[in-house]
Antibody
Framework: QVKLVESGGGLVKPGGSLRLSCAAS????????MNWIRQPPGKGLEWVSY????????NYADSVKGRFTISRDNARNLLHLQMNSLRADDTAVYYC??????????????????WGRGTLVSVSS | QSVLTQPPSVSGAPGQRVTISCTGS?????????VHWYQQLPGTAPKLLIY???NRPAGVPDRFSAFTSGTSASLAITGLQAEDEADYYC???????????FGGGTKLTVL
């Protein structure tokens, strides 16, 4: 069965750390480009970070750059997000998502075709 | 403030047709970046609805369609059903940013 399952969310104090994981099954994980996308309670979606299939290319949203680190373990089909110096505005459901990339008209495009169910991160004192 | 602008809400009666707009700029949709749409049913994760402007993944009914023109895109839903009540998001890329951008989302209410 094709699925992504996130874990590791919870309640943490401001300034604290948390490590999220995403376990992939039913897909060729080593060929998959992976992302973390978050959604604050009652609000919209925000892309957080991307990692290429080999792990050599990584990007972050400006809002998390320098605080979050994305990584992957292709031998175990796992995606991780290490979150440090957490702030109240990091409170959100965090989804892992696979993206499909293609080139068209000299641009690089991508969309998210497979999502996990999400894990809730709450940052509060 | 989202890079892509969507109306906060739209509504329609069962059987009707509704459209949801997604307005961007010359650095995203206007620059030729494709638009993709997601449906998020209450309490669930987003699901891919339309990719590459007009394409439906397997299993998505043909009641859902989309098109892009200039710096905007639109999602159309015909033959509205109660099960269509959800939040809808557009997504694209932006030449000034390193990652994806989402619209703020539109809540569809079926009256």
């Amino acid at each position: 069965q094709v699925k992504l399952v996130e874990s590791g969310g919870g309640l943490v104090k401001p300034g604290g750390s948390l490590r999220l994981s995403c376990a992939a099954s039913g897909i060729t994980f080593t060929d998959s480009y992976m992302n973390w996308i978050r959604q604050p309670p009652g609000k919209g979606l925000e892309w957080v970070s991307y990692i290429s299939s080999s792990g050599t290319t990584i990007n972050y949203a400006d809002s998390v750059k320098g605080r979050f680190t994305i990584s992957r373990d292709n031998a175990r089909n796992l995606l991780h997000l290490q979150m440090n110096s957490l702030r109240a505005d990091d409170t959100a459901v965090y989804y892992c998502a696979r993206d499909r990339t293609y080139d068209k008209n000299a641009n690089n495009h991508w969309y998210f075709d497979l999502w996990g169910r999400g894990t809730l991160v709450s940052v509060s004192s | 403030q989202s890079v892509l602008t969507q109306p906060p809400s739209v509504s329609g009666a069962p059987g009707q047709r509704v459209t949801i707009s997604c307005t961007g700029s010359n650095s995203n949709i206007g620059a030729g970046y494709d638009v993709h749409w997601y449906q998020q049913l209450p309490g669930t994760a987003p699901k891919l609805l339309i990719y590459a402007n007009t394409n439906r993944p397997a299993g998505v009914p043909d009641r859902f369609s989309a098109f892009t023109s200039g710096t905007s895109a639109s999602l159309a839903i015909t033959g509205l059903q109660a099960e269509d009540e959800a939040d809808y998001y557009c997504q694209s890329n932006d030449s000034g940013l390193s990652g994806s951008v989402f619209g703020g989302g539109t809540k569809l209410t079926v009256l």
